[in-house]
């Protein structure tokens, strides 16, 4: 006997449901029953605690949507961080309870099911972007985006496709910048042959040779071929204007300035529906080799692809993943990797505010700003030197050695260092990896005095990713002129005996006291006043340490995964020039694999990325 052609569907799906229907089970047997004792009370309704309310959740169908509020919520419990001190606690069978149940609901998610890479909106340029396309494509040595206006920050960076909008006046200034660039050009010979390299050997080929000239120089800023219809639109314009009595240089000036004023130079195109020559199956489309280039040369450089990238991709190469990964290591050694420190680091880790931080000169009157210049340089030579040479991730929190010249060693007490030339040392003590810096250390401190507070709630968010609420409205600053580390521990004790102020305060002031032994410039110190400094912590779960070296290693070995975490999110987030979505856990996951699996060195993280389906791939319009 036969079975009637759907029973074995019939029969898989009875085989399935009960699986399918397991996690949900698991919800509302763990989950749910702890969330009614240990949080609805306080995160429920409108009014719901740091906006979170628990009593909408009923099942588990919100998990994978909002799987980081429940990643977060996993570390709280766990950390003991919630529910409050002064709450009913949780036992430890509750506790992992409700751990394996939310672990086991978001380890269902399957990358494999449904590519989902997102969409990026149509961006263009940055300042940063602009100066270093127009240095490379010109080869003039100047920043014409000087003074445009500001650009929008979103999701902690300013190359957000979201957010980088164009107003009246940028638009204005794009026009007049592109005739001030054409004029510098043609007033500059080395700069005139770096545009228009072909020369017309007799006056026949004027023409011919301006036409290719044009051609490629449009090419090159449009970071792809010019096609037939912008050749005739620009080859109109030559006509018009020599039709005219324009001298040939003001011919090629107007050309120029056309170009650079040009969507496709100032914005980075990737169309959001399929190419010739490119698969796109269900919304989904590959991008091609030109997009790629410019994804790459943009994530690694900040400018505007080189030869090599154009090269290959005019050869149809460059979308061999295997190639992409080959060409993001070449592009890491490179020189020009410097723009991931000053354009990546300099936002995540906030680096770009140093040059504007004012110490207070009543109580640091030998801070200068030759000193503040050299606080920045270690941190940035240091962070480049961990690029070009392919050092370990995990050597930003507990390396053993930084770049220091004289002024800056003397700030520190390391002898035996003269000159103003920066030199690699090794260190000793309590200093270990960036957190150490006196950048650092600075930017996470008041003017007056060191902050233990701010240092914490840095590494929370830049480090951890844990970025603690905001604090309640009715709670005072401390003090600026609380000088004392007596006094500062007792203020933060009164935050933390606030149920609501301990479940963050906790955490962060363990992080922040670990560095009190440093002051607000970075120098070592022993004494706050007539108080001994004490730098001793614990860290939610009983962990406890003595001062920044112990706290380091805790996070370089302990904490290393969330840490690896935390650096993918922000660089992916980077490299896409857009917010994360759901599937971008998968790059995540991936990538901390590839980090643990090559020694955590930074050129395994960058080219998971650059290998990704986020990067090499783009969500259509179906219309």
Known sequence: MHLPHFIPFVLSALLVIPWACAEDTRFRQQVVPFLETHCVACHSGDEAEAAVAFDRFTDSAGVQTQYQLWEKVIRLV??????????????????????????????????SAEKRPGRVTLRRLNRAEYNNTVRDLTGLNITPAADFPSDDVGEGFDNIGDVLTISPILLEK?????????????????????????????????????????????SRAFRRPVTDDEKRRLFELMKFA????????????????????????????????????????????????????????????????????????????????????????RMLADERAVALVKNFAGQWLQLRDVPNLTPDPKVFPDFDSELQAAMLHETEMFLGTIIREDHSVLDVLNADYTFVNDRLAKHYGIPDVAGKEFRKVTLSGQRRGVLTHASILMLTSNPGRTSPVKRGKWILENILAEPPPPPPADVPELAEDSETLGSLREQLEQHRSNPACAVCHVKMDALGFAMENFDAVGAWRDKVGRFDIDASAELPGGRKFTGAAEMLQILSEEKKTEFCRCLTGKLLTYALGRGMIPHDRCVINDAVKQLEKNDYRFSALVTSIVTSDAFVLMETSRD
């Not at 961080?81 to 606690?89: D, I, L, S």
């Not at 949780?90 to 309870?97: K, L």
């Not at 039709?243 to 650079?260: G, Y």
């Not at 090599?308 to 993001?328: H, P, V, W, Y």
Request: net charge negative; aromatic share 6%.
């Open 78 to 111: 766990q950390d003991h961080q919630m529910p409050p001190t002064g709450e009913q606690q949780p036992s430890a069978d509750e506790i992992a309870g409700l751990s394996a149940a939310l672990k086991a609901e978001l380890a269902t998610f399957d990358c």
């Open 174 to 218: 794009y026009l007049t910048t592109a005739e001030a660039i054409a004029a510098q050009v043609i007033a500059d010979d080395k700069a005139k042959a770096h545009v228009f390299p072909h020369k017309a050997e007799t006056d026949d080929k004027r023409i011919e040779v301006a036409r290719r000239n044009i051609a490629e120089f449009a």
């Open 242 to 329: 020599w039709e005219n009595d324009t001298p040939p240089e003001q011919i090629q000036e107007t050309v120029i300035a056309a170009i650079l004023a040009n969507p496709n130079f100032l914005f980075r195109v990737e169309s959001g529906r399929s190419q010739k020559k490119t698969k796109d199956e269900g919304g989904i489309r590959e991008l091609n080799d030109y997009e790629l280039a410019s994804r790459l040369s943009y994530f690694l450089w900040s400018t505007m692809p080189d030869k090599a990238l154009i090269d290959l991709a005019s050869k149809g190469k460059l979308r061999n993943r295997n190639t992409l990964a080959e060409q993001a290591r």
